[in-house]
């Protein structure tokens, strides 16, 4: 795995690097709980350093891009972590989703053998260049969605419904409808928000925006 620190505690990189589809009590999930709160904050620190000049808003679509689920995966690809990875079956939609909670848990468990400013240097080091890359800062299909019947529609909101999840506890799979102007769009996901995005991006085609 192709990252710049060394563990104290072998015991927690094996714990990070197995998904609950091998074992479903000692895995990765705790730690991805801690990484992802390590993350957020490292990269809203970092974006603030950065981008002196930019608004609320523009830092807050810069931080869901880098702490999404697509940015993550490409983290964690980078960095050849599923080379490493203990995971059941990593197939279809469910690769991207498997990589970041496993890169999630990586950060977790870099915070807990040397704590947080170990994890925050790793995490500046891995997404400075990511966050450098965007000169605008980015909107998600959701945001571009809502921006758009807002203007569209004087004002209105596009309205999402979720469906309960279905399949294994530990790997579930959302749907979510969302409707706006006349249309309707569903999109599936590993999460509620993953499901949302999905959605919204469907809908978007359909509106040939």
């Excluded at 170990?118 to 998600?140: C, F």
Aim: hydrophobic content about 40%.
């Amino acid at each position: 795995m192709q990252i710049n620190y060394k563990f104290k505690n072998e015991e927690l990189l094996n714990l990070a690097l197995t998904q609950s589809g091998i074992d479903s009590r000692h895995n990765n999930e705790r730690l991805e709980f801690i990484g992802d709160r390590v993350l957020g904050l490292s990269v809203a620190a970092l974006l603030y350093e950065m981008y002196p000049d930019e608004a609320e808003g523009d830092l807050a679509r810069r931080h869901a891009f880098l702490v999404s689920t697509d940015a993550l995966a490409q983290i964690a690809k980078e960095i050849e972590l599923e080379k490493h990875l203990r995971h059941g079956h990593m197939t279809g939609g469910k690769i991207n989703h498997i990589l970041a909670n496993a890169m999630e848990a990586i950060l977790g468990a870099i915070f807990l053998d040397s704590g947080f400013e170990s994890a925050r240097n790793i995490i500046i080091e891995l997404w400075r260049d990511m966050a450098r890359a965007e000169t605008n800062a980015p909107k998600d299909a959701k945001t571009t969605l809502q921006e758009y019947v807002q203007k569209i529609d004087n004002g209105a909101l596009p309205k999402y419904e979720y469906s309960e999840p279905v399949g294994a506890s530990h790997n579930p799979t959302f749907t979510a409808t969302v409707t706006a102007l006349g249309k309707s769009a569903t999109g599936t996901g590993a999460s509620k928000k993953l499901a949302g995005i999905k959605a919204a991006e469907e809908l978007l085609k359909i509106l040939a925006i």
